[in-house]
């Protein structure tokens, strides 16, 4: 009986340590909410993402034109500015800032900027998640609808429950959660169900319960 008292005592501290050591598990924050510039179909703007090749064209100056790409920082050297942020704007946006920048070094600086190739930023992009075939991130195109995001992604699984799918859209900087009929749209030929997505928009697709 005194050995096992004399355990207990001695053990004790040790399981006070790993219970103390389990209280320790922190909580993440929640994942920060991006609202996109685009807040209505019919005015789509393009932003520039990690990824993007820029050419960067400045009047006259042909020694700090070129063409650039955004590194994964969201920011391009050119040989008069160092890493000027170019993600989350426009061309037109980011030619007015670097015609500021270089006004430094320039003067009157007139500069224009396209984009060679596409991948813009993260936060842009549509994403379908749960039992679509091919669950995956679509880049973002104008006028992209609930119907060629699915056909983008495969169609649902045969374990799929379209009609208690969900999508998920930024509005004024808040989630918002909305029910879609994917069933209805493309097993019956409902085009009414078919609504227009935005940058940004989450498709949530659940599993069928039998």
């Not at 995956?136 to 992604?153: F, R």
Request: a negative charge.
């Amino acid at each position: 009986m005194f050995r096992f008292k004399k355990l207990i005592t001695c053990c004790a501290p040790l399981l006070l340590i790993g219970l103390n050591g389990c209280s320790n598990t922190g909580i993440l924050p929640e994942a920060t909410t991006r609202p996109s510039l685009t807040t209505n179909v019919n005015d789509y703007q393009y932003l520039i993402g990690p990824g993007d090749s820029l050419t960067i064209f400045v009047w006259r100056n042909p020694e700090v034109s070129g063409n650039f790409i955004v590194r994964p920082d969201g920011k391009v050297t050119t040989s008069l500015v160092e890493d000027i942020d170019v993600a989350g704007r426009t061309p037109t946006m980011l030619a007015r800032e670097i015609e500021e920048q270089l006004s430094t070094y320039i003067n009157n600086p007139r500069v224009t900027v396209s984009v060679n190739n596409f991948t813009g930023p993260l936060s842009e992009q549509v994403r379908v998640i749960g039992e679509a075939t091919n669950p995956s991130a679509v880049s973002y195109s104008e006028h992209m609808t609930l119907l060629d995001l699915m056909i983008a992604v495969g169609g649902l699984t045969e374990f799929a429950d379209g009609n208690n799918a969900k999508l998920v859209r930024v509005i004024a900087g808040k989630q918002k959660t909305f029910e879609i009929n994917i069933d209805d749209l493309i097993r019956d030929g409902d085009i009414s169900k078919n609504v227009d997505m935005l940058p940004g928009d989450i498709v949530i697709i659940p599993e069928a319960w039998f």
